[in-house]
């Protein structure tokens, strides 16, 4: 007997109609002789509106409760989600994160997984039963407190959950087909990968790609849990996310990101110890720097530019406002109208020449890059945010194979 978690998100579980289109789907693995763990999200833009409810009673929620409350809304949708199987006549329990022996770590709003006691699921599906977990939820073993795991956490417990059950597939399904070589909103020709390894997802996932939670990714690549990212609202196959894809496309994919802010310290002397602080500062305050630039310096001084999360702006604003005397740097200033758009492909590393393609592209359009960061298979541009979508569209355009490598017939 195989053993599949599905996940299912937020849109696939949005309203009763579709709780009970899912009901269906889950009771029907079961029939076709699966066992099956089925990890849910809240509602729709439920989290969301929770968030919005603590806002409106305090400035800075108390991390504790606004876990208590957050993960409501998971026990919400598993509740329903178990009703409807019932209706349909299959045995069926639900459990929140802490019931379903998910341990984390103490950090409130982003807990790590420490550990899975899977002994609790694994006794009910011996008995027959379809487990539904809460997704995004675990608890800390020391304090008992219930926590959260970061937004789009769902997708970590369910890859989890996989591994520690061993399970023999884990379907992630949202309400789009899968993984695309960039935004299809974006660029309608953009085409659906039937497979993605870990190493590309990461970038992808950590350049804007929205379809998975970035730490799940990690989590997947760690235990060797393969994922399909599929779509749940009909019956294709979406994406397979695993250890090497077969098709070797040099770029697999264009991300872009517009979730973020710039801001640049200018005038810095340029002495040792300087950027320490800084970002000494800025971490301290628990904001997540993603990319760092320092000019080649002029004079004694430099500039450097950074870009956090459009949230932090401000918070990170202070803090280089507050800094910028005691470095008797020039001043400070941020700009939140910026965009991050990266290319994205193992095969970059042999192949040269894909920065040239990009810059070039880019600039034939006359589109300014203000910063630019790579790994060794990504290469990210910031720009202004208002010729973001453009920008997508050439370089997917220049740089991405539109069709997949087609076999010869014999
Ligand atoms: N409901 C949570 C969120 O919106 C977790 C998830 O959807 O995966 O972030
Ligand atoms: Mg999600």
């Given at each position: 007997?195989?053993?599949?978690?599905?996940?299912?998100?937020?849109?696939?579980?949005?309203?009763?109609?579709?709780?009970?289109?899912?009901?269906?789907?889950?009771?029907?693995?079961?029939?076709?002789?699966?066992?099956?763990?089925?990890?849910?999200?809240?509602?729709?833009?439920?989290?969301?509106?929770?968030?919005?409810?603590?806002?409106?009673?305090?400035?800075?929620?108390?991390?504790?409760?606004?876990?208590?409350?957050?993960?409501?809304?998971?026990?919400?949708?598993?509740?329903?989600?178990?009703?409807?199987?019932?209706?349909?006549?299959?045995?069926?329990?639900?459990?929140?994160?802490?019931?379903?022996?998910?341990?984390?770590?103490?950090?409130?709003?982003?807990?790590?997984?420490?550990?899975?006691?899977?002994?609790?699921?694994?006794?009910?599906?011996?008995?027959?039963?379809?487990?539904?977990?809460?997704?995004?939820?675990?608890?800390?073993?020391?304090?008992?407190?219930?926590?959260?795991?970061?937004?789009?956490?769902?997708?970590?417990?369910?890859?989890?959950?996989?591994?520690?059950?061993?399970?023999?597939?884990?379907?992630?399904?949202?309400?789009?087909?899968?993984?695309?070589?960039?935004?299809?909103?974006?660029?309608?020709?953009?085409?659906?990968?039937?497979?993605?390894?870990?190493?590309?997802?990461?970038?992808?996932?950590?350049?804007?790609?929205?379809?998975?939670?970035?730490?799940?990714?990690?989590?997947?690549?760690?235990?060797?849990?393969?994922?399909?990212?599929?779509?749940?609202?009909?019956?294709?196959?979406?994406?397979?996310?695993?250890?090497?894809?077969?098709?070797?496309?040099?770029?697999?994919?264009?991300?872009?990101?517009?979730?973020?802010?710039?801001?640049?310290?200018?005038?810095?002397?340029?002495?040792?110890?300087?950027?320490?602080?800084?970002?000494?500062?800025?971490?301290?305050?628990?904001?997540?720097?993603?990319?760092?630039?320092?000019?080649?310096?002029?004079?004694?001084?430099?500039?450097?530019?950074?870009?956090?999360?459009?949230?932090?702006?401000?918070?990170?604003?202070?803090?280089?406002?507050?800094l910028v005397p005691e470095f008797r740097a020039g001043g400070v200033d941020a700009d939140p109208n910026i965009a991050r758009v990266s290319v994205v492909g193992a095969g970059m590393r042999s192949n040269p020449g894909i920065a040239a393609t990009m810059f070039r592209a880019l600039?034939?359009?006359?589109?300014?890059?203000?910063?630019?960061?790579?790994?060794?298979?990504?290469?990210?541009?910031?720009?202004?945010?208002?010729?973001?979508?453009?920008?997508?569209?050439?370089?997917?355009?220049?740089?991405?194979?539109?069709?997949?490598?087609?076999?010869?017939?014999?």
């Amino acid at each position: 007997m195989a053993l599949v978690v599905q996940k299912y998100g937020g849109t696939s579980v949005g309203d009763a109609d579709r709780i009970r289109s899912v009901a269906s789907r889950v009771v029907g693995a079961a029939a076709d002789g699966n066992q099956v763990v089925v990890v849910v999200s809240a509602m729709g833009s439920f989290t969301d509106e929770l968030i919005g409810l603590a806002q409106q009673v305090s400035s800075h929620p108390a991390p504790r409760e606004l876990d208590m409350l957050l993960t409501a809304g998971e026990r919400i949708s598993m509740s329903l989600l178990a009703m409807a199987i019932h209706d349909l006549g299959a045995e069926v329990l639900s459990l929140t994160g802490s019931q379903a022996g998910i341990l984390t770590d103490s950090s409130h709003g982003e807990a790590r997984i420490t550990r899975i006691r899977g002994d609790r699921v694994r006794e009910h599906l011996d008995q027959g039963k379809i487990v539904i977990v809460a997704g995004f939820q675990g608890v800390d073993p020391d304090s008992r407190d219930v926590t959260t795991l970061g937004r789009g956490g769902s997708d970590a417990t369910a890859v989890a959950m996989a591994a520690a059950l061993d399970a023999d597939a884990c379907e992630i399904f949202t309400d789009v087909d899968g993984v695309y070589t960039a935004d299809p909103r974006v660029v309608p020709d953009a085409r659906l990968l039937k497979e993605v390894s870990y190493e590309d997802m990461l970038e992808l996932a950590a350049s804007g790609t929205g379809v998975l939670m970035m730490r799940s990714v990690e989590f997947a690549r760690r235990f060797g849990v393969a994922l399909h990212v599929r779509s749940s609202f009909h019956e294709q196959p979406g994406t397979w996310v695993k250890e090497s894809a077969m098709e070797e496309a040099i770029i697999t994919g264009i991300a872009h990101d517009v979730s973020e802010s710039k801001l640049t310290v200018h005038g810095v002397p340029d002495q040792p110890g300087v950027a320490a602080r800084l970002f000494g500062n800025l971490a301290d305050a628990g904001i997540n720097v993603d990319m760092i630039v320092q000019n080649v310096s002029m004079e004694g001084v430099t500039d450097i530019s950074f870009t956090v999360p459009k949230n932090d702006n401000a918070a990170a604003l202070a803090i280089c406002e507050r800094l910028v005397p005691e470095f008797r740097a020039g001043g400070v200033d941020a700009d939140p109208n910026i965009a991050r758009v990266s290319v994205v492909g193992a095969g970059m590393r042999s192949n040269p020449g894909i920065a040239a393609t990009m810059f070039r592209a880019l600039g034939d359009r006359a589109i300014n890059i203000h910063m630019i960061s790579t790994s060794s298979i990504r290469i990210s541009c910031v720009i202004t945010a208002d010729r973001v979508e453009e920008a997508v569209r050439t370089l997917h355009e220049e740089l991405v194979p539109l069709d997949e490598p087609v076999e010869e017939h014999a």
